[in-house]
T-cell receptor, first 110, second 114 residues
């Protein structure tokens, strides 16, 4: 499965949009982009996933570039409860193990 | 609550003791995964089951670790002769085996070996 690169940390003001980037330049055509987050001392929480098209759900939006080599997770109105480590993971649908990298530690500040 | 549940949430044990953790997956999910997470690191895959069959094991799963899923529903992870290096959060996840296999995680069991 393709490796991903994320900035180690980011800050965001409460109420503003948080845009978390992820590079996955070696992604294959059948590999999905998944986003999870982990709030301190809790299990990872699934956020969203996509293959080619942009996706939106009640938690976030996922924007995937046309060449699929990078993506951005958007939290439209960040709250203090969104402070967490966000993981971008690439996985093909036959894959069974999620490989977590370092993630991005998002700090939402009042 | 119909999510993944894990018990106990916390366990403190002495080195050399055996411990067992339980995971109850989302009821319609036939895949169940175990991960381990040490402080400051992301979760690492240990093993997974499809129904009652254990289909893959990581090299991290030493011979002191054994996982079972006897009836294809809940699973147990046992660590024998615990070592201080086993101190970690043990996470369980479940998914469907068809379609997009999104994994949903439980809250984890935090193990401290003294």
């Amino acid at each position: 499965d393709a490796k991903t690169t994320q900035p180690p940390s980011m800050d965001c003001a409460e109420g503003r949009a948080a845009n978390l980037p992820c590079n996955h330049s070696t992604i294959s055509g059948n590999e999905y982009v998944y986003w999870y987050r982990q709030i301190h001392s809790q299990g990872p929480q699934y956020i969203i996933h996509g293959l080619k098209n942009n996706e939106t759900n009640e938690m976030a939006s996922l924007i995937i570039t046309e060449d699929r080599k990078s993506s951005t997770l958007i939290l439209p109105h960040a709250t203090l409860r969104d402070t967490a480590v966000y993981y971008c993971i690439v996985l093909n649908n036959a894959g069974n193990m999620l490989t977590f990298g370092g993630g991005t530690r998002l700090m939402v500040k009042p | 609550d119909t999510g993944v549940s894990q018990n106990p949430r916390h366990k403190i044990t002495k080195r050399g003791q055996n411990v067992t953790f339980r995971c109850d997956p989302i009821s319609e999910h036939n895949r169940l995964y175990w991960y381990r997470q040490t402080l400051g690191q992301g979760p690492e895959f240990l093993t997974y089951f499809q129904n009652e069959a254990q289909l893959e094991k990581s090299r991290l799963l030493s011979d002191r670790f054994s996982a079972e899923r006897p009836k294809g529903s809940f699973s147990t992870l046992e660590i024998q002769r615990t070592e201080q290096g086993d101190s970690a959060m043990y996470l369980c996840a479940s998914s469907l085996s068809g379609g997009v296999k999104t994994q949903y995680f439980g809250p984890g069991t935090r193990l401290l070996v003294l």
